[in-house]
């Protein structure tokens, strides 16, 4: 009987579990598989996918979701995640400019015609073992020539009430476009 009521118990437990880390990562998985798009404002009309899918940056266990534009063509969104404990973002080198922990980024992208484009980290999301930042670009005009676009991930530095982007990038990659 003791044995029966244990199996319960830790059947019990292990549901409540299973809830728990289900309820705490459902926003976050949904982002990070492209069941919703990376944008902070849930839009109007589904954006244009500028990119086939998901992709990992180098070795560092950064990845990166689908850029995305809006119908007008303007702007480019997508989103980047990783595990809480990724050596590279809990770097404590320097005073780094956090949100929530976490630090921020100024996102370069240079087109192939050479246009370069600033984009920064607007929000995130925090999973129980992942964090997702929302990456965003207002001034980005799709361009239907466009072939590839090469993204530099700058950590900013804290500096009194403003923030200077470090000097060398931490992350770098290209990407096809569609």
């Excluded at 990376?38 to 266990?61: A, F, R, S, W």
Aim: aromatic residues 12%; hydrophobic residues 35%; glycine residues 8%.
């Amino acid at each position: 009987m003791k044995k029966i009521r244990l199996a319960i118990f830790s059947l019990i437990a292990l549901i409540i579990i299973v809830c728990f880390f289900y309820l705490d990562n459902r926003e976050l998985n949904r982002l990070t598989n492209d069941q919703i798009y990376p944008m902070v404002e849930e839009p109007n009309q589904h954006p244009q996918p500028l990119t086939e899918g998901k992709l990992e940056i180098g070795d560092e266990g950064v990845h990166l979701t689908k850029l995305y534009s809006r119908n007008t063509s303007k702007g480019l969104y997508f989103g980047m995640w990783y595990g809480k404990g990724n050596n590279l973002m809990n770097n404590e080198e320097k005073k780094w400019k956090r949100k929530k922990g976490q630090i921020e980024f100024l996102v370069k992208a240079v087109d192939s015609n050479g246009t370069t484009y600033d984009g920064r980290t607007v929000g995130l999301v925090t999973g129980t073992f992942s964090v997702f930042q929302y990456v965003q670009f207002d001034g980005f005009h799709y361009d239907q020539d466009l072939e590839e676009l090469t993204l530099f991930f700058y950590p900013m530095i804290a500096e009194g009430d403003e923030a200077a982007p470090n000097a060398q990038a931490w992350l770098e990659t290209t990407i096809p476009v569609e």
